[in-house]
C-alpha cells in the first residue's frame, strides 16, 4: 500500500473531554463494538445480550473529520468499518490528556502538604484546559485490520497509542419497536439519578419500573436485603415533561444494569424513558457537550421475564403505598 | 394498621440523622419505644458498658404524633432496628442539594413515618420522604418487636458533678488522637485534666510503643458548675465519650456529668431543641488521697455536704472494682464494665508479675495517668494494699522510664522523676510510704 493512500478514517478533536465523558458512560463491558460513518462514530457496548449502551460521537464534535471508505463489491455503497476495541484502554489513553496537569498538582501537593485533597478532582484556575491550552486528539484507522491509532499531543508532549482492533462480534441491537411504544416519559435526567439514588441504600437486585395512566405516573420500586424501598412521582407530574401512555406498563430489571446507566443519568440534561409492549427499556439521554452541542446516549434493558418471577414482583406491588 | 404515625419536618430529619448517628457509635442496633406522650430512641453496646437515649418531645419536635395503641401495645409500643437502615432513610440528600441550583435550602418537605403492626400485618417501619421537587420516596424497612433494655441511674448516689458547654468539651475531645482507648478525668486543685491514653502497644519494635497520651488541664472556671472530689480518677472509654460530645455540640447546650466511684456508672445528659439525651457509661480509675477535699465550684445549689461518710466506706468499693473483673454487686444499672475489664486482661509483659497481684493492679494500670504523668510503662508491682488510697503512689509510677519488674515499689518510686508541681510534699510522701510499709 503506498503512502498517498488515504486513511479509512482520521478524525482530530481539540477538546477530547467530551469524548471521554461520553464514552465512560458506557464503560461496562470489556469490548466496544466501534461503527464508523459519515456522520460520526458509533461505540456500542454489550453486556449479555441484555444490555447495551451506545455513545454516538457526532463528527460535529470533532475539528476534522474526513472519511474514505472503501467501495463495496458493486461499487455503489460504501461499506462502514467495523471493529472492536477493548474500550477500558481507550478510556485511559484519553485520560492521559490532563496529565500534565495532574503531574503539576501532584507536585504542588507534595510541596504543600497542608493542601486539602477534598475536591482534588476539579480542574484548578491555572490547568492547560482551563487557560485554552487544550491538546488535540487525532483518531486514526488505516485500512481493514490496522490498529486503530490515537495520537494526543498536548503541551509539547506526543503520546501515540495503537489499540489492537478486534474482529466485531456484530451482536445484533436489542430489538426495541419504536412503533410499538406503551410509554414514553421525558424528565429531566438528574431527577431520575435522584431517584435511583433513592433506592440504592436497599441493596436492591431487582428493580421495577411501573408506569400508570392515573398518579402515582411512574414508580420505581426494589426489595432488597434491610427494606424495600420506591419512588413515585405523584405529586410530581411536573416533573415529567413527556408522559404518554398506552397502558399501564411494569417490568423488572437487574439494577446492577440500570445502575451501570448512572453515569449517563449524572451528566445528561435531559433522559426519555420509553418501553415497548415486549418490556424492552430505553433510556435516551441528551448530553449538553462543551461547545453547546448535543450527544446521545442510548441504552436498552431487557426485562426478567415475567413469569418466573410473578411471586416477588406481586410482593413488591402489594408493599406499594397505598 | 398503624401503631404509631408521626411527621418529621426537614430539621427532624436532620435531628433524626444526628441521633442515629450518634447511636450507632455505640450499637448496631437501635430501640425505638414510643408511647402516646414519648418517644424514645435508646441502644445498649454489645458489652453493656454504655447506654445511650435519646427522647423526643412528642409534642415540639414533631408536626403530627399519633398513637394508637391496640393489643399488646395499648400502653407503649417498643420495637428494635438495624441503624443503618433506619439512618440511610434520614441520610443527607446534600449530593442533589449542590447540584439543582433551585432550591438550595431546604429537599425534604416533610418526612411521613408510620409504623405498621399487629395479625396479619406485616411489621414494617414505613418511612414517606416527601421531596420538594414532588418526588416521593417510600422505605419500608422491617424490624423486630423486642422489650428495650433500659440501664437506670441513681441520682441520689451520684456524688460528683460538673457541667461545662459541650462545644468546649468538644474542643477538649478533638485534641485526644485517635489511637487512645481511655479518658481520664480528675481533678487537681484549679484544675480539671482530661488525660487521654491507650494501654495497648502499637508495634513491638517501636521505641514508644504506646500511642500518644495526651492530657489537658483544664481550669474549673471552664466549667458552669463542679463538684468533684480532689484527686478522684475516673476512667472512661474515650470512644463513648467522643460520639457523646460530637452530638452535644451540634445542640451546643451545657453538659453534665454525673458521677461517684470508679466502677459505678457516669451519667452525662445534655437536652437539645425538643430533645433530651442521656447517656450512661461505665467507669474504671482510682481516688485519690483525700476523699475529703473537694474541687467546687458551686453557682446554683449548695455543695452536697453529707458526702464523708460515704467516702469513707469507699476503699471496699474500689477494691472490688479494682479487681476488673465483671461484679455484679456494685452496679446500680445492669452494666458490665468492658473498661473495668479490659484493662485487667493482663498484658504480655506482666506475666513474670508476682503471684500475689493485689486489687490494686488492675486500676493502677488503667488509671496511672495524671497531667504531665507519661505513663509509657506503668509499673508491674502494686504497692502494700494499706497504702492503697492514702498515697499518691500512682504518680510515682508513672513517671518511672524504664520498668525493672525486679526491683521493689519503694525503688521505684525513688528512681523516678519526680514531676510533681509541689517538690516538697514528694518526699513527704514517700516518707510516709515506707513507714507505713
Redesign the interface.
Known sequence: MAAEVKPVFRAVSTSPRPLYQLLRCIDFAQRVHVQITEDGIRFAADNSRVMQGVAFLDKTLFSAYTVNFPLSEDGETPEYPNFQIPLSTFLEILQIFGSVDMAARAQKADQDPYRSNFRNYRPSAFSNQTLGIPGTCTMLYAEEGDPFKVTLEESGIKTTSALSTYLPEMPEDIPFDRNDLTFKIIMSS??LF??I???I??GPVKLTITATKTS?FLTLSCAGD??????????????LETFTINERWSQAYKFDFIRHASEAMRIASKVSLRGDSQGVLSLQFMVDVEGGKRSFLDFRFVPFASHDDGDEEDDVES???D | MAVLTFTLSEEGVTAFRDALNCLSKFSEDVSIEARKDSFFLSTMNTSKSAYASFRFATSRFFGRYQYQGTGPFQEKFFCSMYIRGLASLFRSRSGVESRSEGDKQSIIDRCDVAIEDGEGIKSRFIARIIFRNGLTATHRLPFEVSMPVHAKFNKQEALYHWSISSRTLKQLVDHFGPGTEYLDINTDGDHVNFTCFSEKTISDDAVLKKPLHTSIAVETDEFDDIDVEDKLQIVVSIKDVRAITQHAAITGNAIVARYSLPAKPMQISYSGDAISCEFLIMTVGERGGNPEKRTKKVRKGAANKGSNSISKAMPHLEETSRRGSSTPSQTMADIQRKQAASPSMPPPSSSRQPPNPTPRLSAARASASRIGAFDFRPSQRPPPPTLRSESLFVEDEAWEPVRDDDEDADEDARLEWDHSADPVSFPLQIVEIMTRG
Not at chain 1, 434491610?226 to 416533573?239: E, H, N, P, T, Y
Open positions: 438528574r431527577t435522584d431517584c439514588a433513592e433506592i441504600p436497599a402515582p434491610i427494606g424495600s424501598s420506591s419512588v413515585d412521582f405523584a405529586r410530581g407530574k411536573d416533573l408493599e406499594a403505598y
